[in-house]
């Protein structure tokens, strides 16, 4: 079991950056890949990153940009998700989940925390 918790989101002004954390409380977050996932209302969850269990190999789509930088700290049982340049239509629901391979698809990954809202203002 991977219980997971976000953090760091909120308001900020278009252009401005965020950096959100997942953190577990198992012993056992190094044996997971880690996805970053959002959702807006009306629309469909989409992948944002994704880091492997060691954090030697990490997936972006193309539409990130280099906008945003997963990493994971395993001794601090945490990932982050550095977000920069942030737009208005990056507002949304924004969830880390726990799987067991580093996917692009929200359904390989069994466990999930319980968002955090990010609002990005115009």
């Known amino acids: 079991q991977l219980q997971l918790v976000e953090s760091g989101g909120g308001l900020v002004q278009a252009g401005g950056s965020l950096r959100l954390s997942c953190t577990s409380s198992?012993?056992?977050?190094?044996?997971?890949?880690v996805g970053w996932f959002r959702q807006a209302p009306g629309k469909e969850r989409e992948v944002l990153a994704a880091?492997?269990?060691?954090?030697?190999?990490?997936y972006y789509p193309s539409f990130v940009e280099g906008r945003f930088t997963i990493s994971r700290d395993n001794a601090k049982n945490t990932v982050y998700l550095q977000m920069n340049d942030l737009r208005p239509e990056d507002t949304a629901i924004y969830y880390c989940?726990?799987?067991?391979?580093?996917?692009?698809?929200?359904?390989?990954?069994?466990?999930w925390g319980q968002g955090t809202q990010v609002t990005v203002s115009s």
């Open positions: 198992g012993r056992s977050f190094s044996n997971f890949a």
């Open positions: 989940a726990g799987g067991p391979t580093l996917a692009s698809r929200w359904d390989r990954y069994h466990y």
């Open positions: 880091i492997s269990m060691s954090g030697s190999s990490t």
